[in-house]
């Protein structure tokens, strides 16, 4: 699987690049923010409707789909992009993150992670080495090494033993996958909050020379100020001319103030899980569909915005049918918040070609 | 608003005949089946899904949008077309069956219904006429009168009297509609399981010359003996040069054998409701999306359809996010259900044209 990554521009007043990665299935232009499809379909949209939003990648859980249905179906069935009938590129997740925020019973070695299913209690045993072979059976554009996530506040030591660990694993990883050549590998840089740890993991990491490199265990409590902070420290030391992936962010203005620190992809839960408790997304902030001051408002949800919702439905018909629980409501909200998003990341890049 | 009904062909071997309904919205070919739209969508449906399965009118409720969101606030979005973006026909029912069905506190006169609403308890009175304004204010393609529907069994004495008040709430509403030109309007025979009753009612109906004629009251628990023994008293009575509605009906089965009895139009939540428990239908019949036997899959619901679940996804994939609980699993399976009825109705004109 070919991979190439090319900046375009680069802003002169920050960090922030417009770039371009070429894969076999298709282009992407970065900054770009890749919707979220944990259980092999991004929720209440079908992959028709992604491409309207204009999506150029997606991303998958490879914990989710470990458990259920598992990598033998999902390769049985021609892999992960033919059994979801989506053929643009997909980035997996090496399920690191969810398993430290989802399963149970964890228990972790040198070798790799042992835990049960948060599904059907069903023991689980990761390694490195193992969490490639099953995205390489999903056919993974992009696949992340296993890291280790802590919880935050950790002290300083479990910080460091988490980045001690994640280093020996994405090397483990870097040597499968010369020798598999499954593809596309992207390393995860960890540290918590304490900048001499991020510094060393970013080092490290970036010593191991991936096809490009993420951020990953922010987003997951600490202040915004704190977040871009981490990013600067491990922006200073991950190559300039890979793409940098800062996991799991975030709102359009985290997204925003990292790309402008000089992260070039992003994914995140927020715009589809927002639209299906009724909030939606416009320039000026975030609504709810459930207002009283909605009932008769016949205008789009955002009178700026091109997306199937805006062109065909009033915000009166939308809150009719979320409060009647309408299933429409959510897909015609995340549909909306997913656009935003992409129209958002459409500015940012115009913004940095100038 | 006009309304043209023609029969373009009669079946040689039964009393089925294959029509056309002229409105100003659009061309209604019959035997047709019209996908409900309960609160102002079909469930999991957006308006160029139902174009692309086929949909050539449907029906909407007028009872649960008289609770919600009104019929002041509909006519203030431009009416209902507008209001859920859907500019081909509708057919909305008077609310009679779920006056009977879900409200509480009924007070029944011979001038209309006294009801509290089972959302939010609020008392409600409708009287043939209002029914008939409401219709209006939603901007309805064809509207039904208000009619008295009983539980089944009742004793033959409840039956006769609602057929009298519905006879006469017949005649109250052709009075009204004639005054106020407010558009299409069909009748509905009552009569429960009583031949003689169902004959009283569809003489006393058809004398009235609506532009429709519906029997009511029927798939509510008899045998599907006893609903086609009905039909045929019944269809013996109504006009041949207007069309025939049977309300809620039903299984493909039932709507066949309605055919050959001289029905024809048809309405019914099956195949919407099915689909959302991970039912599918099939020429081989009903198929639960839930079974093991479906987990490698790898072929269509149905190798003979044509909707767009059945071109882009197999079973296993439905059956992998149906037991994920991902609402893409419930559009996909109302896609292909709903499709399933109207090609079944494609097949029955085709059967009937020779």
């Not at 204009?54 to 033919?82: C, M």
């Not at 969810?98 to 045993?125: C, N, P, W």
Request: overall charge positive; some cysteine.
């Amino acid at each position: 699987m070919s991979f190439k990554f090319e900046i375009l521009k680069k802003s002169k007043k920050s960090r922030a690049r417009v770039g371009r990665i070429t894969t076999d299935r298709g282009i992407i232009n970065t900054p770009i923010f890749m919707p979220v499809g944990t259980q092999a379909t991004v929720k209440t949209m079908t992959p028709d409707a992604l491409k309207e939003i204009g999506a150029e990648i997606i991303l998958s859980n490879t914990y989710h789909l470990l458990l259920r249905p598992g990598p033998e179906l999902i390769k049985e069935a021609g892999g992960l992009h033919k059994f979801m009938n989506w053929d643009k590129p997909i980035l997996t997740d090496s399920g690191g993150f969810q398993i430290y925020s989802l399963a149970h019973m964890r228990k972790i070695t040198d070798k790799g992670v042992e835990f049960t299913s948060h599904i059907d209690g069903k023991k689980h045993f990761l390694t490195p080495e193992s969490v490639l072979d099953i995205q390489a059976a999903y056919g993974s554009d992009i696949s992340m090494v296993l890291d280790e996530c802590v919880e935050l506040p950790s002290d300083r030591k479990t910080v460091e033993k988490a980045v001690r660990r994640t280093t020996e694993w994405a090397r483990k990883s870097k040597i499968q996958n010369q020798k598999s050549k499954q593809g596309t590998l992207f390393g995860i840089v960890q540290g918590g909050c304490y900048p001499e740890l991020r510094k060393r993991s970013a080092e490290e990491i970036a010593e191991l020379d991936f096809a490009g490199n993420a951020i990953g265990g922010l987003s997951v409590g600490e202040s915004q100020r704190e977040m871009f902070d981490m990013i600067e420290v491990v922006n200073e030391i991950l190559p300039e001319d890979k793409p940098r992936y800062l996991m799991g962010v975030g709102f359009p203005e985290d997204i925003k103030g990292a790309v402008e620190r000089g992260c070039d992809m992003f994914d995140c839960v927020i715009p589809t899980r927002l639209a299906r408790h009724g909030t939606f997304l416009t320039d000026e902030g975030r609504l709810s569909i459930r207002q009283t001051r909605f009932e008769r408002d016949f205008t789009p949800l955002d009178t700026t915005c091109d997306c199937y919702a805006c062109r065909n439905f009033t915000k009166a018909y939308i809150r009719h049918i979320f409060w009647a629980r309408e299933i429409l409501a959510m897909q015609l909200l995340t549909h909306h918040n997913l656009r935003y998003y992409m129209r958002t990341m459409e500015k940012i890049r115009n913004e940095i070609s100038g």
